[in-house]
């Protein structure tokens, strides 16, 4: 009979100690992640002291409170909007139809207008109203005016 209380205080030990060890742990794993989410040193705080507190519940309210995005996985997103606005500031569009065209359009597609034109010297594309190709330095004035 005495066996069979040593066995099951040694049971208790081991079962203790390992909460313990678990316990702990996921109070730096509670710190790491709130770490890498945002730099706030009060929700830091506040989600180190809702786990040291509450153990695992506190677990469980941390990962239904903690910010969706690690700090990484922000700034990807920021520099994928950048990069999206970017593109569309620099998009060219038709003057006259306002369909989008590229830099190296002569004619629009849509409505057929002209955008740029050919250097006849060159064959470089400059712009309309340019008097001179800035490659070749040709004229570009027309015959007619």
């Given at each position: 009979?005495?066996?069979?209380?040593?066995?099951?205080?040694?049971i208790?030990?081991?079962?203790?100690?390992f909460?313990?060890?678990?316990?702990?742990?996921?109070?730096f794993?509670?710190?790491?992640d709130?770490?890498?989410?945002?730099?706030?040193?009060?929700?830091?705080?506040f989600a180190?002291t809702l786990i040291?507190?509450?153990g695992?519940?506190?677990v469980?309210?941390y990962?239904?409170l903690r910010?969706?995005?690690?700090?990484?996985?922000?700034?990807?997103?920021s520099?994928t909007?950048?990069?999206?606005?970017?593109?569309?500031?620099?998009a060219?569009?038709?003057?006259?139809c306002?369909h989008?065209?590229?830099?190296?359009?002569v004619?629009?597609?849509?409505?057929?207008?002209?955008?740029?034109?050919?250097?006849?010297?060159?064959?470089?594309?400059?712009?309309v109203?340019?008097?001179?190709?800035?490659?070749?330095?040709?004229?570009l004035?027309r015959?007619?005016?």
């Amino acid at each position: 009979m005495e066996a069979l209380g040593t066995v099951i205080t040694y049971i208790i030990a081991i079962s203790g100690g390992f909460l313990a060890a678990l316990w702990v742990a996921s109070i730096f794993w509670g710190y790491q992640d709130i770490a890498d989410r945002t730099l706030d040193l009060y929700a830091r705080l506040f989600a180190v002291t809702l786990i040291v507190l509450l153990g695992p519940i506190g677990v469980v309210l941390y990962l239904v409170l903690r910010p969706k995005r690690t700090l990484d996985e922000a700034y990807e997103h920021s520099l994928t909007e950048e990069a999206l606005l970017r593109e569309i500031q620099e998009a060219e569009y038709c003057p006259k139809c306002k369909h989008r065209v590229e830099r190296d359009f002569v004619m629009c597609p849509n409505c057929h207008s002209d955008i740029r034109r050919q250097c006849p010297s060159c064959s470089r594309v400059v712009e309309v109203f340019w008097e001179r190709c800035p490659y070749c330095t040709e004229s570009l004035r027309r015959p007619d005016s």
